[in-house]
């Protein structure tokens, strides 16, 4: 009984920790966009063409490859 309660919550520690760094490389990710943006308003291409990359590159780490590819399986299974 004490491993079936310890496996749970490891599996629930480990949802709770990827589902962070979901949050916070979307986060990361949308605030990058948005620097981008006022960047390249204010003339500064090179600058905003840079944070563009970055920001579209967290986004693609926090909601695909975190929140799709390893969130969504983890919650189903646990769930299940």
Do not use: C, H
């Amino acid at each position: 009984m004490n491993e079936l309660v310890a496996d749970f919550a490891g599996e629930l520690v480990s949802l709770v920790a990827v589902a962070i760094g979901s949050t916070l490389f979307t986060a990361l990710g949308l605030l990058g966009e948005q620097a981008a943006l006022s960047n390249m308003m204010t003339g500064s291409l090179a600058l905003g063409a840079w944070e563009l990359f970055i920001g579209a590159w967290a986004l693609f780490v926090g909601v695909y490859l975190l929140g799709i590819k390893q969130l969504v399986p983890r919650a189903q299974a646990l769930l299940a």
